[in-house]
């Protein structure tokens, strides 16, 4: 990789000048699908303007829901998830389409060319995003990272790291508590620093160490950074203030989440209701027992609900001891919870909890009771996730992994609550689609057993140094 390659900037230019040539490719297809297919048998009389009019809403839709989807993260998501996210965009972009061609036309039109306009771009789409990956990795290679940490529980994020060494190389792990111009001779031998877990005055030092030096850094937030990043800048005066609220989603905002979710769980019950009647025989007809599930819930200001899910398990499984969440099955799953809980169809029900009030579509997930008293105990913050309802999705779902702790999913929990939008509400609904096509990732597991063996390896060195 060139120096000038490697000089900051020049990785988003390369992903603006790939996604730009993509929408156009994609934009040209339907252009040529809508001139061949549509525009003599439905649109004999539409003016020569209005090819124009048309190509250039679908690009703008494209560029909408591909932002949406984060379809266009070439290099820096996975090949398979940028993939997966193009087709979802995909899909939803010809869906729109075809209804506002057929408002246009005053009638349905021919469904067919849509169809091999989607399969069109779909291989498009494959070529171009595994050109685009494979490009983006040979052009930039791995940044020579450097990670600063406070305390060994912070370095698990140095393997989960791992897992991307085609974006990132974590090669040296330094403790806070190394001598301070020995820390900052490391840093200049680096690429990057990650700050992790660093006590806030010393981690203010590095951070302008780095500055002035023109490191990249990455800082891992702490609950206070979280809080900041959602404050409002007042300049009043000749010195800056920033207001932190009490935290939580104003009178305006709860309305219009409200509204947002009636209506999304009203079209949802309709549109899943052949599924849910589907699964709910199969389920009566396996064992005769009881078709939902039902387990208390805490959700906004600690208020505590029933949440219903489809029964996957075979009855009062709880009393048959714990789950086995590894690779292993659980035998307690039945034959139809084997096939709905890989899709995640077992949480259909929970659309009437959010109907009724109880929780919203997105947000933090709602934790069991006892689970609350635990985390709070050992997190007092924990209660801060409580300044909204509960939800179906959220970041900590579509982000997070079966070991991601409770400190970290409050952490993600409340960078959504800081950073509330409809927007962003809409943005992470369609990310969901994108996880329902990954199997449910362990390996978390495997990261934990590196930690714990990175752990032991660091206490035997520190036994020996103290010898």
């Known amino acids: ?22 929408i156009l490719i994609l934009t040209l297809e339907f252009y040529l699908i809508w001139r061949h297919y549509y525009s003599t048998r439905h649109f004999p ?33 996975k090949f398979s998830d940028v993939f997966v996210s193009q087709v979802i965009s995909i899909l939803m972009v010809n869906f729109i389409t075809y209804f506002q061609l057929c408002l246009i036309s005053n009638r349905l039109i021919s469904i067919p060319p849509m169809l091999f306009l989607t399969l069109l771009d779909v291989v498009c789409c494959f070529g ?23 305390n060994e529980n912070a370095v698990s994020l140095k393997f989960k790291m791992d897992r991307r060494q085609d974006k990132y190389a974590v090669n040296t792990l330094l403790s806070i508590e190394e001598d301070g111009e020995y820390i900052k001779s490391v840093i200049d031998k680096h690429d990057a620093v990650i700050i992790n877990d660093v006590p806030a005055e010393k981690r203010n030092d590095i951070l302008k160490y780095c500055f002035g030096k023109n490191i990249r850094t990455y800082v891992v937030p702490k609950i206070s950074d979280i809080l900041t990043k959602g404050a409002h800048d007042i300049t009043l005066f000749d010195t800056p203030l920033m207001l932190i609220k009490r935290g ?24 899943s209701s052949p599924v849910m009647l589907l699964i709910a025989i199969a389920i009566k007809a396996e064992d005769g027992g009881p078709v939902f599930y039902k387990q208390e819930r805490v959700t906004i200001d600690e208020r505590k609900f029933n949440i219903i899910k489809f029964r996957s398990m075979i009855v009062n499984a709880e009393a048959q001891g714990l789950s086995i969440p590894a690779k292993g099955h659980d035998p307690r799953i ?53 300044k909204v309802k509960g939800g179906l999705t959220g970041y900590a779902q579509i982000f997070g992994k079966y070991n991601t702790t409770a400190y970290d999913k409050l952490r993600l929990d409340l960078m959504y609550i800081e950073n509330y939008s409809l927007l962003l509400d809409i943005k992470l609904i369609v990310m969901t689609a994108r996880i329902l096509f990954k199997k449910e990732s362990t390996e978390g597991f495997e990261v934990q057993e590196d930690i714990e063996n990175w752990k032991k390896q660091l206490k035997e060195k520190n036994n020996k140094s103290g010898e």
Not at 51 to 59: S, T
Not at 360 to 379: D, L, M, Q, W
């Open 1 to 22: 990789m060139s120096d000038k390659l490697s000089r900051p900037g020049y990785r988003e230019i390369l992903r603006r000048a790939e996604s730009f040539f993509e």
């Open 45 to 77: 009389h539409y003016g020569s303007m209005g090819k124009y009019v048309l190509m250039m809403v679908y690009a703008v839709l494209l560029i909408f829901v591909f932002y949406l989807c984060d379809s266009l993260k070439f290099g820096q998501l």
């Open 128 to 150: 171009l995003s595994f050109l685009y990956s494979s490009l983006y990795h040979k052009l930039f290679s791995p940044r020579n990272m450097v990670m600063i940490y406070g």
């Open 248 to 271: 939580g989603l104003n009178p305006t905002q709860r309305l219009v989440k409200r509204i947002f979710d009636v209506i999304l769980s009203l079209i949802a019950i309709i549109v």
């Open 334 to 386: 039945t034959k139809v919870g084997s096939v709905i809980r890989p899709l995640r169809l077992d949480e259909l029900p929970q659309i009437f909890n959010i109907l009724v009030g109880n929780m919203s579509i997105v947000g933090p997930r709602p934790e069991r009771t006892e689970h609350v008293e635990k985390y709070t105990a050992e997190i007092p913050e924990f209660t801060y996730r409580h």
